[in-house]
Each structure stands twice: as structure tokens, then as C-alpha cells.
């Protein structure tokens, strides 16, 4: 198989499909390397260590903390 277009006619088409769409990738890449890089990271408000169930938790305190109205002891 050569370098350019394949031989056999039927994927010729595809082949075509492929290096526009390459092409298309290409560009986008190119633009989005120039200018300043902003980092879409998210970055959570809250620590997820107490965001989630650990098993050291207590269980009953867990649940206490997420009742309505909320517990003055706890």
C-alpha cells in the first residue's frame, strides 16, 4: 500500500472522511495552544474527607448532621 489514497476504491471515501477530519482536529489544536492556559479543574468547596461516608465515622453523628432541623448537640 502506498503513502497517498489506498488502492482498493471502496475506501477511498473513508480514507477521505479521515484525513478531513484530522485536518479539522489540527486546526482546533492549534488554536486552542496559542494564548493562556486556563485550567478548567474543579476545585470542591468543601473537603471531601467529611463530604463522605468514611468507615471511621459514627454513623449515628452522620446522621444526625444531615437532619432538618439540624441538632444544637451535635
Do not use: C, H
Amino acid at each position: 500500500m502506498s503513502a497517498g489514497l489506498p488502492s482498493v476504491g471502496i475506501w477511498t471515501p473513508y480514507y477521505r472522511t479521515v484525513l478531513a477530519s484530522q485536518g479539522r482536529r489540527r486546526i482546533v489544536y492549534d488554536a486552542l495552544r496559542r494564548g493562556t492556559y486556563t485550567s478548567w479543574d474543579f476545585l470542591p468547596f468543601e473537603p471531601a474527607s467529611r463530604r463522605y461516608m468514611r468507615n471511621d465515622m459514627d454513623l449515628n453523628i452522620v446522621e444526625a448532621s444531615q437532619r432538618y432541623p439540624k441538632d444544637p448537640t451535635s
